[in-house]
């Protein structure tokens, strides 16, 4: 059913509800057709009809009010709502901007002025940031407009999976039973489900990566002191590095030119519009030395890319990823399982009791400090001087290769329960996060860029399967181009997970 334009942005928030509260999931061949007329719109489109007068930026916060309102029962994505300070906003936002007053959600690991940041812990509930970090000023100054936080694995720890004690589980809205991925889960879960259609993340080991392997979405991680800084105080994170998920490559493109540092060790790309003329010689890494087999469909998957990539006119040729996975997860656990204890100094603090008794922290996140605690000074040591060597062995590929296509990880899926916030750490369950990460990890220590982009489906399951592209330190450039091409190529904006606002009426 189409409806006018005026008549969907008057449409009663209570009307809305009721049609949440009555839903019951479909297959997305089989579910009714969403009565959002703007949901094909990526943020630039949308934006752009703000510049025209066709919606204002306060309507534009209204729709994506409703479409949280609408799926956030389902998927669980959400940690804090900021609608009244994203209509304040709306009212001064310049449509001169680029993205005029759109909306966009924040992962929750990231200062916002006045807004609560947690962690997912509820450690850090009460936790009110006073000011911007200098990367969310450059968010707002490309005309964004923060309407939410979005959730993530209490600090991170559980990896894989974005479920904590203070939020609950984030799902994957391509199937409710399968882990959304994480640490920036619950910002995927948004893009995929239509919340947005761009969001936030940050990448300290695979986070801006698995999420959209998992859910069909484009996500980057920028080369390391490439963009604003997003801690405190104006410094770069040691692996951390912050950019969006997004449903089109042009979207993240856009907001890369606002949040460029221009005082990194870079020259600014400045906005990337289109692919290159150029051909790539592009490294082919069927699998990481130490680790698990790669699954079937996802080995195939990458096949596929390879192929598509050899008809796009790129040389193609056989590649092996630089480390070894047992010998780098040996080295990194040594150099930061320790560093955990701060989150129990910060429990005992507050509570004046250890963190596995205080409970302000998960039981994993407690016997993860626990099982951190006894690493011995000169594992530490050994485990830092083994990571310095990490961006020497990936620059020495990359003096040999433009690109390295891989897996973003070996498994299709992860089961949303695989892991829970109660799970006690042990061998068994470092190994099965390790295997999650196997793929993604080193490029953060390492330092240098990479995506990952949805350019497969499963036969089977119709689950998306990401690949991923990384290049040496600074090429972020070379990656937008690559991908701007393999989105023409083979477009994935419209493929639409059944549990979203794509098919569920708002």
Not at 408 to 434: G, H, R, W, Y
Not at 455 to 477: H, Y
Request: with cysteine; proline share 6%; hydrophobic share 40%.
């Amino acid at each position: 059913m189409t409806i006018s334009r005026r008549t969907f942005l008057k449409t009663s928030t209570a009307t809305m509800a009721s049609a949440v509260a009555t839903w019951s999931p479909l297959p997305a061949e089989a579910a009714p057709r969403s009565a959002d007329e703007f949901v094909d719109y990526d943020a630039l489109g949308m934006a752009n009809l703000i510049k025209r007068g066709e919606i204002t930026a306060r309507e534009a916060v209204e729709i994506s009010i409703r479409r949280i309102e609408a799926v956030e029962p389902i998927v669980n994505a959400i940690t804090t709502r900021t609608y009244e300070r994203a209509y304040d906003k709306a009212e001064t936002i310049s449509t001169d901007t680029t993205f005029a007053g759109m909306p966009i959600l924040i992962k929750d690991m990231i200062d916002v002025g006045g807004v609560r940041r947690t962690d997912g812990s509820r450690l850090m509930l009460t936790n009110i940031p006073a000011e911007n970090v200098k990367y969310i000023d450059g968010v707002e100054a490309a005309g964004m407009n923060i309407i939410g936080m979005t959730n993530v694995p209490e600090f991170a720890q559980l990896g894989v999976i974005t479920n904590n004690t203070a939020f609950g589980l984030t799902r994957n809205p391509w199937d409710l039973s399968l882990s959304s991925l994480g640490s920036s889960g619950g910002a995927g879960a948004a893009v995929a489900a239509g919340m947005v259609p761009m969001a936030h993340g940050t990448d300290g080991g695979g986070s801006n990566r698995l999420p959209p392997c998992a859910q069909g979405l484009f996500g980057i991680k920028p080369s390391r002191a490439r963009m604003l800084p997003g801690e405190a105080g104006g410094v770069h994170g040691p692996v951390k590095t912050n950019q969006a998920i997004s449903r089109t490559v042009r979207d993240s493109a856009a907001l890369f030119v606002h949040t460029e540092d221009p005082n990194s060790p870079f020259e600014t790309i400045g906005l990337i519009s289109g692919p290159s003329t150029r051909r790539l010689r592009i490294g082919f890494a069927t699998s990481i030395l130490g680790g698990v087999a790669v699954e079937a469909p996802v080995a195939a998957a990458q096949e596929n890319t390879a192929q598509l990539l050899r008809d796009l006119g790129h040389e193609v040729i056989e590649a092996e990823i630089p480390v070894h996975h047992e010998e780098f997860f040996r080295n990194f656990n040594g150099a930061f399982l320790g560093q955990f204890s701060k989150f129990n100094e910060r429990a005992f603090s507050i509570s004046g009791s250890e963190a596995a008794e205080s409970g302000l922290l998960d039981p994993f996140t407690a016997s993860l400090i626990a099982f951190g605690s006894g690493t011995p000074d000169e594992v530490a040591a050994a485990g830092l001087k083994y990571l310095t060597t990490v961006p020497t062995a990936y620059a020495e590929l990359f003096s040999e290769i433009d690109v390295l296509l891989s897996p973003v990880m070996p498994f299709l899926s992860i089961k949303a329960d695989a892991l829970t916030p109660e799970t006690q750490v042990n061998e068994s369950v470092l190994a099965f996060l390790q295997n999650g990460l196997s793929y993604t990890a080193s490029v953060n220590v390492s330092g240098h860029c990479a995506m990952s982009v949805p350019l497969n489906w499963d036969p089977e399951s119709g689950l998306p399967i990401g690949s991923m592209f990384q290049a040496a330190t600074g090429n972020d450039g070379m990656l937008y181009e690559l991908a701007f091409e393999l989105e023409a190529a083979r477009p994935w904006k419209d493929r639409w997970a059944p549990y979203s606002t794509k098919f569920i009426p708002i």
